[in-house]
């Protein structure tokens, strides 16, 4: 079983204080210190009672206290788990800010079935191919084509656990160039192939029917 949970980038912008310069990491559970290490906890709590509500949930009045309970993960992954490793006073004396990074990042989502290079990203926005590859990984925290798979790697679990297409239909649906590369960077990120993974939602499945 799993959670996952994806915050548009303009919403994201919008509510948490200088997003575009802030970095999230949840260090290993051995380097926490005993104050993160009770963040931590409640960071867990709240994602265990969210999945479990998320899971049962049974009328629209649901969505209030759905919302809400999201908005509180936000708020503590940015209050505990975040920190601004650059600020635009910062800029001034590095490269100049990456000033279309929202549009790239909309950009690559919503084009992200298709065959996407980092030279046509950069083309599309006039940029230099070394200069947008330095720039958006020093944003980002992820290179362009690992931020595009990770893109494509959602969609596909999706519908890997909401559908029966088969693997070919669902790699080529999402953008990947194959269902090799398409299985190869799915057990890199969620430690399983696909085909695994739909054997284990199966039996599971089917345990509960029994």
Not at 166 to 181: D, H, R, Y
Request: aromatic letters at 12%; proline letters at 4%; a positive charge.
């Amino acid at each position: 079983m799993a959670l996952s949970l994806i915050f548009p980038y303009p919403f994201l912008m919008k509510i948490v204080p200088n997003y575009r310069y802030r970095r999230y990491e949840i260090p290993d559970k051995e380097l926490l210190t005993a104050n993160n290490q009770q963040n931590l906890a409640e960071l867990e709590g709240i994602l265990k009672k969210f999945f479990q509500f998320a899971s049962h949930q049974t009328n629209s009045l649901d969505e209030i206290s759905k919302t809400s309970q999201i908005l509180q993960i936000l708020y503590l992954l940015t209050k505990n788990f975040s920190s601004i490793v650059t600020t635009p006073n910062d800029l001034a004396t590095t490269d100049k800010p990456f000033e279309r990074l929202d549009e790239i990042i909309m950009f690559i989502q919503e084009h992200a079935k298709e065959a996407l290079t980092v030279t046509k990203i950069a083309d599309h926005f006039n940029l230099s191919t070394s200069y947008f590859s330095r720039n958006f990984k020093y944003y980002m925290g992820n290179s362009v084509i690992e931020y595009l798979n990770l893109v494509r790697l959602h969609e596909a679990y999706q519908l890997l656990t909401n559908t029966k297409k088969s693997i070919l239909v669902i790699s080529t649906q999402v953008g990947f160039p194959n269902e090799k590369a398409f299985t190869r960077t799915f057990k890199r990120i969620y430690k399983v192939t696909p085909t695994d993974y739909r054997k284990r939602l199966s039996g599971k499945n089917r345990t509960n029917i029994l």
